[in-house]
């Protein structure tokens, strides 16, 4: 690991301020949240900071709120504190079951909801140092190479899939993030955090090099949503998902008003089915519906040579997920 300097921020003013600073010194600088990504990286020298600034010591960043408008929580919100919240799995159990989901209980413990949406990718070129669009060069290996974790939606000039599971979530509640940067303050949806290979190959979000993803805020459930978080592994726990699934239903008894549905795993963003969501408005879901949907589902999926095996396996977590979500009172 490269040497660095290490900085606790008072509050997210100072923690723009120290990378402003690192960046005009010409130094790198990243965020620290938990670091249970970024160290991991620093140790293989994928990521080298000059300076890292910790926002473990903002005070407050951790914290819930909850209004008549919804809730407010904190990026620096352990995994763990997040899917044990009372009141996020009462109204926002999708958000609750992701987080619940992620990899370990000592990570859960350690990394934090504002980390989890930007870590980096896991594929295996990236992370051991290949000259890919992720490390600045101008290749994808995955698309002549070992494939069978990669993209089969939205993928090109690069095939890495996104890997967090509360990223879905957070898209299927239609929340925003608050971006503090060195201009100030902003709001962005969450579907528009997320940047498509196309758009940016090196970058997976829109935050520029000083801001920070400060909070989390999530719209009040509308009178009958139900949602829930489903993921397909390889194994039985340790790791990402290959195929997830982030279902909120606003019903009326057993009509379906509105659907939000996004996939994890499967493209390099959370992928949203906007065509599915059609479908069901207005519907009843039964059975047959509910395979009709994940015909739908797939029908823009454009899989490599070795993850074909995804489209089935997206097709029935899209038809149990909805059919579990619709039966439940
Ligand atoms: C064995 C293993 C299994 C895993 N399995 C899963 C899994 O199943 N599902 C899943 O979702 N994840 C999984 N992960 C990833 C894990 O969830 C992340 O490491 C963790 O969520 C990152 O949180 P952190 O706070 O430690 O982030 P950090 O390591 O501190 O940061 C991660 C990245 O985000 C940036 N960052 C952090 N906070 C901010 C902020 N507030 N503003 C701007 N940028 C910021 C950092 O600069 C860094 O690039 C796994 C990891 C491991 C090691």
């Given at each position: 690991m490269k040497a660095f300097a290490h900085a606790n921020a008072r509050d997210l003013k100072q923690a723009v301020t120290l990378a402003e600073q690192a960046h005009r010194e010409g130094q790198a600088a990243s965020f620290a949240g938990g670091g249970s990504d970024l160290l991991a990286l620093m140790k293989e020298r994928t990521v080298a900071p000059d300076v890292l600034v910790s926002l473990k010591t903002v005070k407050g960043l951790d914290r819930v709120t909850t209004s008549a408008g919804g809730m407010d929580i904190g990026g620096l919100i352990t995994l763990d504190a997040l899917s044990k919240h009372p009141t996020v799995r009462g109204r926002y159990a999708v958000l609750a079951e992701a987080a619940d989901g992620v990899a370990t209980p000592q990570i859960r413990n350690v990394g934090t909801l504002a980390g989890n949406v930007c870590q980096r990718p896991w594929c295996w070129y990236f992370r051991n140092g290949f000259p890919c669009f992720k490390n600045?060069?101008?290749?994808?290996?995955s698309v002549t190479g070992e494939n069978q974790f990669h993209a089969i939606f939205g993928g090109g000039p690069s095939y890495i899939v996104?890997?967090?599971?509360?990223a879905p979530a957070l898209v299927a509640l239609d929340a925003k993030f608050r971006i503090v940067g060195p201009s100030g303050e902003r709001l962005v949806q969450a579907a528009d955090f997320f940047v498509l290979p196309r758009d940016n190959a090196a970058r997976e979000n829109i935050l520029g090099p000083e801001d920070v993803l400060a909070s989390v805020q999530i719209p009040a459930a509308r009178p009958g949503t139900r949602s829930t978080y489903h993921k397909i592994l390889d194994r039985e726990a340790w790791t990402h998902a290959v195929v997830s699934a982030a279902i909120v239903l606003e019903m009326d008894r057993d009509e379906c008003r509105s659907a939000r549905i996004v996939l994890g795993g499967?493209?390099?963003?959370?992928?949203?089915?906007p065509e599915v969501e059609r479908l069901l408005a207005g519907q009843r879901i039964t059975p047959d519906l509910a395979a009709k949907a994940s015909d739908v589902a797939v029908a823009d999926a454009r899989p490599l040579e070795k993850n074909a095996y995804k489209i089935p396996l997206t097709k029935g977590v899209v038809r149990r997920t909805l059919l579990e979500l619709a039966g439940r009172a």
């Open positions: 600045g060069g101008r290749t994808c290996f996104h890997p967090s599971d509360t499967v493209a390099p963003i959370p992928w949203r089915l």
